[in-house]
């Protein structure tokens, strides 16, 4: 696949992650202006868990099953991986079954036990559907993989909009409408959770034919070897959900202000947000890049391939923090106005989230040679500096600590990646133009947080004239505009 298949390859996942996902995203302005603060709170909480938990129940066969599949037979990888995870998936919802009581006390929601059991089973189809939508990625079936996950996002949106607007309005006209004989106006958050449930339960049925199609094969021997490159994935997948999710799982117990906790968890989580551009770029360039990062990794310039993908995706990373930051006040009106308290959170996450990008990217050295244990050692490191500095950040800076610990973790494991690729599998990144890109990036942003502007209209005019700067920096840096005409003339 060369970096021109690359960029098609990432647009056409961009419908179901970038266009699916800003759809689904959507209702956070829905949500923060329906519900308090404390109850977006809950929110944030669960879907924290679920992060986590669906790390474990994948235990790294995903991108095992894109390492083997180039290594023996596909559909012997495929039957492997899916059995695998089909039987602990039904392992994991049967022991949660079993707990329930139990697992709804010790995370504090005995008063609503069934959350933890649909979160069960949307963790358990979403561990099961990991390898139906792998085994597309690999098979370059990007148009199937996502309209199926556009069906899922769909879907989600339009119950949650069902449920949570228009059954309201029919139940108040009228309580016997049968348009709302299901509905319970007790209910609320609950809805937001229902309505995840049937969307992942009809995804499932759609990839029922990937399912089916199997040739039921199980080879001990492979599994084996499978899981010893998969288990050291397992590791940095936990660390890196710890890394990803541990402030909001914390925060509500290392906050001063216990009555007030939740509700700056949904201040929290709903700023987060936020940073919604950087999370779906770097989303999308996964799904894309792990299949291409595996298939170049023969050819004599892969090395040369590779840092040009790191300087680029910096460059669209760097973009998109601009972006956001230069139209923060306009941007800020996508979350309810009690929210805003949070948002000195969101320049810090952005570059968090670019870094973590990164580290993607430089991970390549240990998945390429089959090294994936300092991957591991990598995450680990990490998620003891979350752990870390959370337990130290929070108590004294609020929210505001979670956001530091957060870019302290990503920033250190970035540069631990970089210096041990470099002895182990080393590319020549082209740091000195990375490093200028940075540079000339804060500049601009220093600039416009800090100029008087007299009027909300010539702050946009001039946080555009420095976007559009910053762009023509890198065309003239980069040569593009000689390439464009160049290639205009042919």
């Keep these: 696949m060369s970096l021109k298949k690359l960029a098609s390859q990432t647009a056409i996942y961009g419908i179901s992650s970038i266009v699916g996902r800003m759809l689904n995203y959507l209702l956070t302005p829905l949500f923060t202006r329906l519900f308090t603060t404390a109850a977006y709170g809950v929110i944030t909480e669960l879907y924290s868990y679920l992060v986590f938990l669906l790390v474990i129940l994948t235990y790294g066969m995903e991108t095992t099953f894109f390492r083997y599949s180039k290594l023996e037979n596909p559909a012997k990888v495929y039957s492997n991986a899916l059995i695998s995870l089909f039987f602990t998936s039904l392992l994991f919802l049967l022991l949660v079954y079993l707990q329930l009581d139990n697992i709804a006390l010790f995370l504090d929601y005995s008063a609503n036990p069934e959350y933890i059991m649909w979160f069960a089973i949307i963790i358990g189809l979403d561990s099961i559907l990991t390898i139906p939508f792998a085994k597309l990625r690999n098979e370059n079936k990007a148009i199937k993989f996502a309209g199926i996950k556009l069906f899922n996002i769909l879907l989600n949106i339009s119950l949650n909009l069902y449920f949570l607007l228009l059954c309201p309005y029919l139940h108040a006209l009228n309580s016997n409408n049968i348009l709302v004989q299901f509905y319970n106006p007790n209910l609320g958050i609950a809805y937001v959770f229902i309505s995840n449930l049937i969307a992942s339960v009809f995804t499932f049925l759609l990839l029922i034919g990937e ?21 050291p994935l397992l590791i940095v997948g936990l660390a890196g959900s710890i890394n990803e999710v541990l402030d909001r799982t914390l925060l509500k117990h290392l906050l001063p202000d216990k009555a007030n906790a939740m509700s700056q968890l949904g201040i929290y989580g709903a700023n987060y947000k936020l940073s919604i551009l950087m999370t779906l770029f770097i989303q999308t360039f996964r799904y894309a890049a792990e299949p291409f990062f595996f298939s170049s990794a023969n050819k004599s310039d892969s090395k040369k391939m590779y840092a040009d993908v790191m300087k680029y995706f910096i460059i669209f990373g760097l973009f998109i923090f601009l972006g956001i930051m230069m139209y923060l006040d306009v941007v800020k009106y996508f979350i309810a106005e009690e929210f805003h308290s949070g948002l000195s959170i969101v320049p810090i996450l952005l570059l968090a989230n670019l870094f973590l990008g990164i580290i993607f990217n430089l991970s390549i050295w240990y998945k390429l040679t089959n090294l994936t244990k300092f991957g591991a050692i990598i995450s680990v490191v990490g998620a003891i500096i979350t752990l870390v500095m959370n337990i130290l950040l929070i108590p004294t800076l609020g929210i505001l600590g ?11 494991m970035m540069l631990i990646t970089y210096f041990w690729g470099k002895k182990h599998y080393p590319i020549s990144y082209d740091l000195k133009a990375i490093l200028k890109y940075f540079a000339f990036t804060f500049v601009l942003y220093f600039l416009a947080i800090n100029i008087p502007y007299p009027s909300e209209l010539l702050k946009y005019l001039i946080n555009s004239v420095f976007l559009l700067i910053f762009l023509y920096y890198i065309f003239y840096s980069e040569n593009l505009i000689k390439l464009i005409f160049t290639r205009i003339k042919k």
Excluded: G, P, R
């Design 402 to 412: 979670s956001a530091w610990a957060t870019f302290i973790c990503y920033f250190s």
């Design 211 to 231: 399912l089916l199609k199997v040739k039921l094969q199980f080879d001990f021997k492979l599994y084996k070897q499978m899981l010893k490159f998969a288990i």
